[in-house]
C-alpha cells in the first residue's frame, strides 16, 4: 500500500508550479511596520498586516490531482491623515486541477473567486471572479520552470497579470532559487542542517471597497512591494519552519470614487484610466514579519521507500 501512495503523493509537485519536492500546506504570519509621516502632513500612521494560508489537495489518479486553496489577509492602516484606522480583508478560494500533460509538462487551472472589502455591510458586490492557467516544464528534479497568466475582476475594472515561474536548486541541496513572478520570489541558502538563510519579495495587489459614514462611497486600490532578508529554523522533525524577517516596505494605497474604474490593468499599464484620484498613502517603510509554516516534505517520502 505504501509503495502505491507514494507514486501518487508526488503527483502532487506540479501544484508548485516548479520542481521542488516539499508542499506548504499551512502557514501563517504577522507583520508590522514603523511608523511615517503621510506627504505633507505631520500625521504618523503604521500598518500592520496578517495572512494564513491552506492547502488541501487530493489525488484522483495519475494524472489529475484536485485543489483547495483558502488564503486570509488583512491590512490595518489609517487611509487618510487624522482619521480612525481602516480595516481592509480579503479571503480568497482557489479550487481547480492540477493536470500531468507528459513526463516533463505539467498544468495549472484554477478558478478564483475572492471577497475583498472592509467586511462592513458586506455583499455580493464584494466578490470578485478570477481564474489562472498555468503551463509547467520540469526538466530534472533541480531544475524548472513555467508560464501563463492570470485575471480577475476588481473594484477598478479588470486585471491581467502573465506570469512567468523558476525553480533551480543546487545539487548539494544547500542553494535554492524560487520564483513565481511578478507576485514574488526567494532566494535562500542552507546554512546547517535546521537553519536557512534567505532574501525575497512579495507583491501585493489588491482592491477593497470602503464604508465612510455607513455609505460605500469610494474604494482603495493598493500596490505594494516587500523586500526581505530571513532567518529560518526548522523544528518538530523539520515540519515546522519558524521565520524573522526584516526588510523595507514599499506601500501605495490609493483611493477612487466607487463609481470610477479603468477598462484595463495589465500589469502596471492602465487602460483607459481617467479616474479621479481622491488621496493617495504612500507609506514607504521598514518591516518586521513573523511567519510559521507547516512543510510536507515528499524527498524524505522518497528516501524511505
Excluded at 490595518?76 to 516533463?104: A, I, K, M
Aim: aromatic share 14%; glycine share 4%; charged share 20%.
Amino acid at each position: 500500500m505504501k509503495k502505491k501512495l507514494i507514486p501518487l503523493l508526488f503527483l502532487i509537485l506540479p501544484f508548485l508550479c516548479s520542481a521542488q519536492e516539499y508542499i506548504d500546506l499551512f502557514s501563517i504570519n504577522y507583520g508590522k511596520s514603523q511608523k511615517t509621516t503621510f506627504e505633507n502632513s505631520s500625521f504618523e500612521t503604521d500598518i500592520t498586516t496578517f495572512q494564513t494560508n491552506l492547502i488541501l489537495p487530493i489525488v484522483l489518479n495519475e494524472k489529475y490531482i484536485a485543489l483547495t486553496n483558502v488564503n486570509f489577509s488583512s491590512y490595518n492602516l489609517q487611509l487618510f491623515p487624522d482619521s480612525d484606522n481602516n480595516h481592509l480583508y480579503s479571503t480568497n478560494l482557489r479550487v481547480g486541477l492540477s493536470v500531468n500533460h507528459s513526463e516533463h509538462w505539467s498544468g495549472l487551472y484554477l478558478f478564483l473567486p475572492k471577497v475583498a472589502s472592509d467586511y462592513i455591510n458586506i455583499s455580493t458586490e464584494d466578490i470578485y471572479l478570477g481564474g489562472l492557467a498555468l503551463l509547467k516544464y520540469k526538466r530534472n528534479e533541480n531544475f524548472g520552470y513555467g508560464f501563463g497568466i492570470y485575471s480577475s475582476s476588481e473594484a477598478y475594472g479588470m486585471s491581467v497579470v502573465p506570469i512567468v515561474t523558476f525553480y533551480y536548486r543546487s545539487p548539494n541541496k544547500r542553494f535554492e532559487i524560487n520564483a513565481f513572478m511578478p507576485n514574488d520570489a526567494d532566494i535562500n541558502y542552507n546554512l546547517t542542517d535546521k537553519t536557512r538563510v534567505g532574501v525575497d519579495f512579495l507583491g501585493h495587489g489588491n482592491s477593497y471597497k470602503v464604508t465612510t459614514d455607513n455609505v460605500r462611497a469610494n474604494y482603495v486600490e493598493n500596490n505594494s512591494i516587500d523586500f526581505s532578508s530571513y532567518v529560518q529554523r526548522s523544528v518538530l522533525d523539520k515540519k515546522i519552519l519558524l521565520r524573522l524577517k526584516m526588510g523595507y516596505s514599499l506601500n501605495d494605497f490609493r483611493v477612487y470614487p466607487i463609481d470610477q474604474k479603468l477598462d484595463l490593468q495589465i500589469l502596471v499599464l492602465r487602460l483607459g484610466d481617467n479616474r479621479t484620484q481622491l488621496i493617495q498613502n504612500t507609506s514607504n517603510t521598514f518591516l518586521l514579519k513573523m511567519e510559521a509554516i507547516y512543510r510536507f516534505d515528499l524527498g524524505t517520502l522518497k528516501n524511505k521507500s
